[in-house]
């Protein structure tokens, strides 16, 4: 087993060390895949208002050149991820790519543009329909929902008890978006009503192909991440390292306790991304 430098946190299982020093032996054969909200980002009551933490390009940008590839995977848009980042046009991140709507839209730096498919017509009708549904089911209130283009987001995090609400909305949304060919993909007080056939993990493996990358380090927070998880996990039983990177919520224990190194939030994860960039660089 390699040697660890010491700002960098040390796994706490025999997978994920063996993932950390492939990726320090052979980075330009890694892939870094990072979640947004809540890993690049923290959480915040507005998800309009939500930006990359301070340090996150700075630390991306550092770490880049030194691997294979970065890419950020997320639920959100790709421009709007690239805008709330501040991804574009930065020295370093010449070769990023975000991976939006859990890979539906894709953002290359190289072109500076967004390929994402048409309109699922399930989207549509829930988006006209949406605004009555969750009045005639007395659930507006505290409730409020996000517009994502490709998908749609009920949010309970203003609710008096967000918690219950969510537990209320997760059946009747889960009818509502069966009815018009959608699935519902649940996260932290939020349920999202998006098209079936794209998840973190089909996006991570496609993507991990595309590049021809042995090792991979992800790093999420959210039930969403699950799917790449299962990914990386899947990835390690064929004979390719992973890492696999918590940015702690109490929020979804279930990411915690699959995770290898589970951190405090994006401050932590930036911290790390830091210290792999003064590794692969020393």
């Known amino acids: 087993m390699g040697s660890h430098p010491h700002d960098l946190p040390m796994p706490v299982t025999a997978s994920g060390r063996e993932g950390l020093d492939a990726l320090l032996r052979a980075p330009?054969?890694?892939?870094?895949a990072l979640d947004f909200d809540g890993t690049l980002a923290d959480i915040v009551p507005d998800p309009?208002?939500?930006?990359?933490?301070?340090?996150?390009?700075?630390a991306l940008?550092?770490?880049?050149?030194?691997?294979?590839?970065?890419?950020?995977?997320?639920?959100?848009?790709?421009?709007?991820?690239?805008?709330?980042?501040?991804?574009?046009?930065?020295?370093?991140?010449?070769?990023?790519?975000?991976?939006?709507?859990?890979?539906?839209?894709?953002?290359?730096?190289?072109?500076?543009?967004?390929?994402?498919?048409?309109?699922?017509?399930?989207?549509?009708?829930v988006r006209a329909e949406l605004p009555g549904f969750l009045?005639?089911?007395?659930?507006w209130r505290g409730t409020w929902i996000e517009e994502k283009g490709q998908a749609?987001?009920?949010?309970?995090?203003?609710?008096?008890?967000?918690?219950?609400?969510?537990?209320?909305?997760?059946e009747p949304l889960a009818d509502l978006?069966?009815?018009?060919?959608?699935?519902?993909?649940?996260g932290r007080a939020v349920l999202e009503l998006r098209p079936p056939g794209m998840d973190k993990g089909v996006a991570l493996t496609e993507f991990l192909e595309e590049t021809g990358a042995e090792t991979v380090l992800y790093a999420g927070d959210d039930l969403g991440d699950l799917a790449a998880?299962?990914?990386?996990?899947?990835?390690?039983?064929?004979?390719?390292?992973?890492?696999?990177?918590?940015?702690?919520?109490?929020?979804?224990p279930e990411l915690a306790?699959?995770?290898?190194?589970?951190?405090?939030?994006?401050?932590?994860?930036?911290?790390l991304l830091a210290a792999l960039a003064d590794a692969l660089r020393s």
């Open 152 to 170: 749609l987001a009920v949010h309970t995090r203003r609710a008096a008890d967000p918690a219950a609400a969510f537990d209320a909305l997760r």
């Open 48 to 58: 309009d208002q939500a930006r990359a933490h301070p340090g996150a390009v700075p």
């Open 61 to 125: 940008a550092a770490l880049a050149p030194e691997v294979a590839s970065v890419a950020v995977v997320t639920g959100r848009p790709a421009g709007v991820a690239v805008r709330y980042g501040g991804f574009a046009g930065v020295s370093g991140l010449e070769h990023l790519v975000v991976l939006g709507h859990y890979g539906a839209e894709r953002w290359d730096a190289v072109t500076g543009t967004v390929h994402a498919p048409a309109e699922h017509p399930g989207v549509a009708a």
């Open 229 to 252: 998880y299962a990914a990386v996990e899947k990835r390690r039983t064929d004979g390719h390292p992973g890492l696999l990177v918590c940015s702690g919520s109490a929020e979804v």
């Open 28 to 32: 330009r054969r890694s892939v870094v």
């Open 257 to 271: 306790a699959r995770a290898d190194i589970v951190l405090a939030g994006p401050a932590e994860v930036v911290a």
């Open 177 to 186: 978006a069966a009815r018009h060919g959608l699935m519902v993909e649940p």
């Open 135 to 139: 009045e005639s089911i007395g659930a």
